[in-house]
């Protein structure tokens, strides 16, 4: 059964950092392109960030860059987001998604339909 689990979520404070993990089991995350999404209450999700099979990575928002950075350690078999300065506005459950992009060397364009998503992972950011 191919599944995505996030953790590494919780409180932060404005300014702060945060590191979360995307491990993936029944299937080996090499071969994927692997995006990390985020949904705030009230609003629609929206993507964030993505890492190709290859290793190359794609901004989603305007708003991460910067701050966001996304790396995969394919002998863990996990992808991370590192989220620097936090802002309240960060605050949403994020989520993973993986999908078998034909050219692994970039990522799937936003808005790119991803095949196998994780249950997500709270994040707020408040003082």
């Known amino acids: 059964q191919l599944q995505l689990v996030e953790s590494g979520g919780g409180l932060v404070q404005p300014g702060g950092s945060l590191r979360l993990s995307c491990a993936a089991s029944?299937?080996?995350?090499?071969?994927?392109?692997i995006g990390w999404f985020r949904q705030a209450p009230g609003k629609e999700r929206e993507g964030v960030i993505c890492i190709s099979s290859h290793g190359g990575s794609t901004n989603y928002a305007d708003s991460v860059k910067g701050r966001f950075t996304i790396s995969r350690d394919n002998t863990k078999n996990t992808v991370y987001l590192q989220m620097n300065s936090l802002k309240p506005e960060d605050t949403a459950v994020y989520y993973c998604?993986?999908?078998?992009?034909?050219?692994?060397?970039?990522?799937?364009?936003?808005?790119?339909?991803?095949?196998?998503w994780g249950q997500g992972t709270q994040v707020t950011v408040s003082s």
């Open positions: 029944g299937f080996t995350l090499d071969n994927y392109a």
């Open positions: 998604a993986a999908v078998q992009f034909p050219i692994r060397i970039v990522c799937p364009p936003r808005g790119a339909r991803y095949d196998y």
